[in-house]
C-alpha cells in the first residue's frame, strides 16, 4: 500500500442486507458500501480456445447447482473456475502492454484519482496483463460505475501510447476482420480490456488478510 494512502475501513459482506446479483458470462454481488476483491485483465490477455473450454465447464457446474447457491458452492466455483483464470493470468500470454512503464502509470493514476471520494483504495497492482484491487464503494457509488470509468478513461489513454498500440496491433486486426465478414460498415475497434471482471464481496477480516497477501506477492514478482 503506498505509505501517504489511507488505511483501508473496510466493511464485509452483512448476510442481512439486500444484494444484488446480476450476471453476465460471470456473476456479480453488489451490495452497498462494501469492499470488493476486484480483477480486471486486458482484452488479448486469455486464449480464446482456453477461455471457451472453461466457459463450458462452468455452464455445466452451474447446471447441476440451481438457484440459490450456497456460500459453499460459490466458494468451490471461485476455486474452480477464478482460480484457474488466476494462473492463466500469470501465465503473461497476449501484449502484456501494463508492463509498459507509461500503460501502469496511466491505470495506477486513474485508480488513485477518485480515492478517498466515490470509493478507497487499500491493496493494488498492476501486473503484465491483469489488475487486482480492493475497493471500497462510498456515499452510494456502485462498483460497476466506478469501474466503468476507470476502464473507459484508461483504454482512450493506453490506445495513444505507441508502443501499446504496436502490441495490440495483430489483436486489433484479426478482431476487425471477423467483424467486417458480416457487417462491412461496422467501425475499426480497439479495444483494451475485456468486458467482463471479476469481483468478490470480501467476507471477513481473515479474508482480507489472504487477498491482500496475493497482491503483495504480485506485487513482489514484478521486482523479483
Request: proline share 5%.
Amino acid at each position: 500500500m503506498d505509505p501517504d494512502q489511507a488505511e483501508l475501513k473496510a466493511t464485509f459482506l452483512d448476510p442481512h442486507a439486500p444484494v444484488v446479483i446480476t450476471q453476465a458470462n460471470l456473476p456479480h454481488w453488489h451490495q452497498a458500501d462494501a469492499t470488493y476483491f476486484l480483477t480486471f485483465r486486458l482484452v488479448d490477455s486469455l486464449p480464446k480456445e482456453k477461455l471457451e473450454q472453461l466457459t463450458q465447464e462452468r455452464d455445466d457446474w452451474l447446471a447441476t447447482h440451481p438457484e440459490p447457491i450456497s456460500e459453499v458452492d460459490w466458494a468451490e466455483y471461485h476455486r474452480r473456475f477464478s482460480a484457474t483464470i488466476e494462473h492463466w493470468l500469470d501465465q503473461g500470454s497476449g501484449s502484456c502492454v501494463l508492463d509498459l512503464p507509461q500503460c501502469r502509470q496511466i491505470v495506477e493514476d486513474a485508480l488513485r484519482y477518485f480515492d478517498g471520494q466515490r470509493y478507497q483504495l487499500g491493496e493494488l497492482v498492476v501486473a503484465a496483463n491483469h489488475v487486482h484491487v480492493i475497493v471500497r464503494t462510498r456515499n452510494g457509488h456502485d462498483l460497476s460505475e466506478i469501474l466503468h470509468s476507470w476502464k473507459g478513461f484508461t483504454s482512450k489513454e493506453i490506445s495513444k501510447v505507441e508502443a501499446a498500440s504496436r502490441r495490440f496491433y495483430p489483436f486489433w486486426t484479426q478482431l476487425n476482420a471477423r467483424r467486417q465478414t458480416s457487417v462491412k460498415s461496422r467501425p475499426y475497434q480497439r479495444p483494451v480490456w475485456q468486458k467482463e471482471s471479476y469481483d468478490h464481496i470480501v467476507r471477513s477480516p481473515e479474508a482480507l488478510c489472504k487477498i491482500e497477501e496475493y497482491i503483495r506477492d504480485h506485487d513482489r514478482s514484478r521486482w523479483s
